[in-house]
């Protein structure tokens, strides 16, 4: 897991992600003036940049019955994890699952695998050289898809939410990202170069920062391996569970301030961190922190820098008002809509007619992002 996210094979992926993600976002100039869900429409685009950056050309999760599959899977889980009478009790996760992972299943027998990303074919070979069946595999795999999209897709969501939702802030990244990350080459073509905007536009990514601090409901959790005094006031016993309430901490007031309810992107500046990254629990906590937290940076950042510099986004009740949550989905620490969020989508005048795309630097594919 960690070469394939976090050394050369983050290259090759970041690359293949972003390719796939340039066409969804292209596609939105045909919804002017039209009406759509934009979570269902980010939902779909970055299940389909991902995915496909991992399990490659043949990847199963494109064919749009197995995406739905998979995500009746996701958004029934809660029911399913119970394992009594699954085809029955939960039958939408179940029937979703089991289609997914015989999606997979021809996958692995069509030779899918070996033209895929290094960590796909990396966790093909550990597994099918340990003994393992396909099919084993296969439900491995599924598993994996839920850590590859359920967070990110959300999290795609609240990065679009919060920044449409407050247009000084929207005014203020739209001018770092066109100074800093664009580029217009001679045939007229603007480039989102992901290295620049990562070093350049330290807005955007303390946006999206704040984001996961205020929306993300996160539990990292440890066994304890030996008794511990807490603060001199709080025994924990060794062989027990410990849950670590990732929003409680994002909310702290005597780590993040006074202001800790409201959503602040400055608090993540540089110059105002000194005493808190061990406090940020959206990516996990150190030493087990989200192997594929920069792919998932990259593209969330990626795509909000495309959007902001070529839509304007409405909601079409004409408020930004904060949706109802599904409270049947446990894979994902970001909450996401219970029902559409419909918006109006233009496209701005300042780049009308033109052709996009995004460069992706080789060694380049790292943020520099607080994590506990």
Not at 59 to 67: A, F, G, R
Not at 114 to 134: D, P
Not at 234 to 259: A, H, Q, T
Not at 358 to 366: C, N, Q, V
Request: charged residues 20%; hydrophobic residues 40%.
């Amino acid at each position: 897991m960690h070469p394939a996210l976090l050394g050369p094979g983050l290259d090759v992926a970041n690359r293949n992600m972003v390719n796939n993600l340039s066409k969804s976002v292209d596609e939105l100039a045909s919804f002017s003036g039209k009406s759509f869900d934009l979570y269902a429409w980010a939902k779909h685009a970055i299940t389909i940049a991902s995915t496909d950056a991992v399990w490659g050309p043949k990847n199963p999760i494109k064919d749009p019955e197995n995406e739905a599959a998979f995500w009746d899977f996701d958004s029934h889980l809660r029911l399913l994890v119970f394992n009594i009478f699954p085809s029955i009790i939960a039958r939408k996760a179940y029937l979703g699952r089991e289609k997914v992972v015989s999606a997979f299943v021809r996958y692995y027998n069509e030779g899918g695998q070996h033209e895929a990303s290094e960590l796909a074919q990396a966790r093909w070979r550990v597994q099918h050289e340990s003994g393992a069946a396909t099919e084993d595999i296969a439900r491995m795999e599924t598993a994996t898809v839920l850590g590859v999209v359920s967070n990110t897709t959300p999290s795609s969501f609240w990065m679009l939410y919060d920044v449409y939702s407050r247009p000084a802030l929207l005014s203020q990244l739209r001018d770092e990202v066109r100074e800093h990350a664009l580029k217009k080459n001679e045939s007229g073509e603007m480039t989102i170069d992901l290295a620049a905007m990562r070093d350049n536009c330290p807005n955007l990514l303390a946006t999206f920062q704040e984001v996961l601090r205020t929306h993300s409901n996160s539990a990292p959790t440890r066994f304890v391996t030996d008794d511990v005094v807490l603060n001199e006031k709080f025994l924990l016993k060794k062989g027990r569970v410990l849950l670590m309430p990732g929003m409680n901490m994002n909310y702290e007031p005597s780590i993040w301030g006074d202001d800790s309810q409201k959503f602040n992107p400055t608090r993540f500046k540089k110059e105002t961190l000194k005493q808190r990254p061990t406090s940020f629990m959206s990516f996990g906590a150190s030493p087990s922190l989200c192997p594929g937290r920069h792919f998932a940076s990259g593209e969330i950042l990626g795509m909000a820098a495309m959007m902001i510099l070529r839509y304007d986004i409405t909601p079409a009740s004409g408020k930004w008002t904060m949706p109802k949550f599904w409270k049947g989905a446990i894979a994902a620490s970001m909450p996401f809509p219970a029902e559409p969020f419909n918006v109006t989508i233009t496209p701005r005048d300042e780049f009308a007619n033109t052709t996009w795309s995004y460069k992706s630097t080789d060694g380049k594919g790292k943020f520099p992002l607080i994590t506990g």
